[in-house]
């Protein structure tokens, strides 16, 4: 192949994916939305994290599950040479199921409360994973290693097809943990 077709190939397979991509995000527009609300977003732990959020649905769905979720998860960004590899893992997760199996009607709005408890500092699970185990060392590895924390809440509407789902990060103070 020359030059040019190879080229060309590539360009159109960027736009395909482009536009897998956008019309995947426009069909879950069309469908409904979640917008979250929080008072606040820095919390210490033991702490609970309290909310709302609106779940607005556009086009009738066939819901298995509505829920909250608190969610820690551990990035894990590792240098070898002049590549750099990364990969997260979810080391705290502290859900509230807000409703089951159910069918919502298109134009349906509601608003709904969620509570969710960051981990305390007696918190086993927690604080013997990998990433507790380096907090509670409080220096980072003699390596090509860096972890990170990072926070979040989701709100999901788990559907029939395409689910609706929300996000926002927070963060957490961890020194109470150590």
Do not use: C
């Amino acid at each position: 192949m020359s030059g040019d077709v190879v080229t060309i190939v590539i360009v159109g397979a960027l736009i395909l994916a482009a536009l897998i991509v956008a019309g995947y995000y426009l069909l879950r527009f069309l469908r409904g939305r979640i917008k979250i609300r929080l008072p606040k977003y820095a919390f210490n732990t033991g702490e609970k994290v309290t909310g709302t959020f609106d779940l607005k649905i556009r086009k009738p769905i066939e819901g298995n599950r509505l829920y909250a979720a608190l969610i820690g998860e551990e990035e894990i960004r590792e240098r070898r040479g002049d590549k750099t590899r990364t990969h997260r893992n979810e080391v705290f997760r502290n859900e509230q199921t807000l409703e089951q199996s159910k069918s919502f009607i298109a134009g349906w709005s509601q608003r709904y409360n969620f509570e969710l408890s960051t981990p305390s500092a007696q918190e086993p699970d927690f604080l013997n994973s990998s990433l507790g185990k380096t907090l509670k060392m409080g220096i980072e590895l003699l390596s090509n290693t860096r972890r990170r924390l990072q926070w979040k809440v989701v709100v999901r509407l788990d559907a029939k097809g395409i689910d609706l789902a929300s996000k926002k990060s927070i963060s957490v103070n961890m020194s109470d943990a150590i």
